[in-house]
């Protein structure tokens, strides 16, 4: 970033997470913390207390910088991704980072995002389990999801023409600058958001970069429909690039509206 010293929040996206987002914000390093301007906890209407638990770690700890929300209905994975990075951009905030409340990405690393995107290199960086000298089967990965994993983002890279190796890591790092120039709200609200907000990116230009993550599967719950999920994430790279080429209109990709 240019322009002084950026300001950097981390959105934490949260549903049902009671058991592990205190711990997750934990993991994340003093000398990091203390870069950050903000860490804001959006609870998707969670049914299990979340966001009571957030408001009492944040009494207990003492972290002044925590700010907590609840959604008054559940917006979906999109959704509330959407609600966050709007306020991430109202505040004002420079860099935002994309962290899962349920602690299946590595907060320990979360300099490595930030990084190119502080230093005007990229205005999106993604934490990448697959890149070379990853090892995300040892970190517990299913096999079947590896699989699939290379699978669709093979396809979307040639839908696409990149060079990613992964499209489908949920810890990121975002420039906000870049993130209030996008039609968000044409974005879906269930978890293949994540893929068509990259098509977003790039389709206006902006620069997508990957550092790689370490891979942790613990007990959490998956609430993705990996099938559905797998059929959404084509449907969007297929349609987005029939959109570019001229033989279907889509509304979602029209973005020179």
Not at 26 to 38: C, N, Q, V
Not at 181 to 202: A, Q
Request: net charge neutral; charged share 25%; with cysteine.
């Amino acid at each position: 970033m240019s322009g002084g010293r950026a300001r950097i929040g981390v959105l934490v996206v949260a549903y049902n997470a009671i058991s592990t987002l205190a711990r997750t914000i934990d993991r994340i390093p003093p000398e990091m913390m203390a870069k950050l301007d903000g860490v804001f906890v959006f609870d998707d209407h969670s049914s299990d207390n979340t966001y009571e638990a957030a408001l009492e770690y944040r009494r207990t700890s003492g972290l002044d910088k925590l700010s907590v929300f609840h959604n008054e209905r559940n917006l979906r994975y999109g959704g509330n991704q959407k609600r966050g990075f709007r306020y991430a951009v109202d505040q004002g905030y420079d860099i935002v980072v994309l962290l899962h409340g349920d602690g299946q990405y590595a907060p320990e690393v979360m300099a490595d995002l930030v990084a190119p995107v502080e230093r005007g290199e990229a205005d999106l960086t993604m934490g990448s389990r697959m890149m070379p000298g990853c090892r995300p089967l040892k970190g517990g990965m299913p096999l079947y999801k590896f699989v699939g994993n290379k699978i669709l983002t093979s396809f979307e890279n040639a839908m696409l023409g990149t060079r990613l190796a992964e499209f489908h890591s949920g810890y990121r790092a975002y420039n906000c600058h870049a993130l209030a120039k996008l039609p968000l709200d044409r974005c879906s609200d269930e978890w293949h958001f994540d893929t068509e907000i990259i098509i977003h990116l790039l389709a206006a230009g902006y620069r997508v970069t990957e550092t790689p993550i370490p891979t942790y599967y613990g007990d959490e719950i998956c609430r993705v429909n990996g099938l559905a999920y797998a059929y959404r994430c084509c449907e969007a790279v297929a349609k987005y690039r029939l959109h570019q080429v001229g033989l279907i209109r889509s509304e979602a990709f029209d973005l020179g509206k």
